[in-house]
């Protein structure tokens, strides 16, 4: 596929299937039901929360609470969202607090980033996933937001949902896949947007079917480099028939090979039952090293 990390990249929950294999360390769910949140409405409060890097630009925060408005939806900040500490939004306690916070309110419906960066799996073991699972509602996000949205997933039965953040581009292909996902609970079907531009055919966003065939199972992915760096970790579900979906950026090509093949020693490519892989951006080759 072919949305950028900065575009909606796939929608849908990730959850896992049965007993994993031997070289793959995953999280024993307490409860093997599936949770789904409850779909939003006009006029419901989300939290916007900031669990990984920290914001750069003043703006962001309005940007994203007149996104969410323009969506008919209402705005409450984390009470951290716009903590600096180095790098990150602010300490690993107060950014894990905003998101136990939010779970916690009841008048809450939903929890959005507001971008991504790094810093999410530094908060995993600082997250009540008792609560969570007593108190399901949306969370979504991308990049780095993979961490969270894996862990919470695997520790509670939680459906989690990989979309844009407070600061993506929301434009009406990524805005019209949440209203038909989150506010209309309707299926999705997986397709790029349709561009002719000035050409009598589709030069870009095409999609490539490597191995053609039809499969069945659960979502289950996000950002590669993310994902490869949980494995062996107790924040995973086992991936046995599950689709797996990816997307990555920035990485040199010997990098996202590496990662592959660390997916691949994990067992991880042997249990699925398909993957949709996103568009590399920045990820041309270079350095003596090719595509």
Known sequence: MSWTR????????????????PTLAHSENPSSAVLKPRRLKKGDLVGLINPAGATFHPDDAEIARETMAALGLKVRFGKHL??????????????????NDLFADPGVRALISLRGGWGCARLLGLLDYDM????PKIIMGYSDLTALLLAIQAKTGLVTFHGPVGISTWNEFSTGHVQRLLFEAKALEMHNPTDLGDNLVQVENRV???????????????????????????YLLDFSGSILFLEEVGEAIYRVDRMLTQLKLAGVLDQIAGLVFGRCSDCSPGKGYGS
């Open 208 to 234: 490539l079917t490597i191995t053609p065939g039809r499969a069945r199972g659960r979502l289950q992915g996000g950002n590669l480099a993310v994902l490869t760096g949980m494995i062996g970790s107790d």
């Open 6 to 21: 900065r575009h909606f990249l796939q929608t849908g929950g990730a959850a896992a299937a049965a007993a994993g294999l």
């Open 132 to 135: 969570i699972r007593k108190n």
């Open 82 to 99: 716009l903590d600096r500490y180095g790098y990150l939004a602010g300490r690993d306690k107060d950014r894990a607090a905003d998101v």
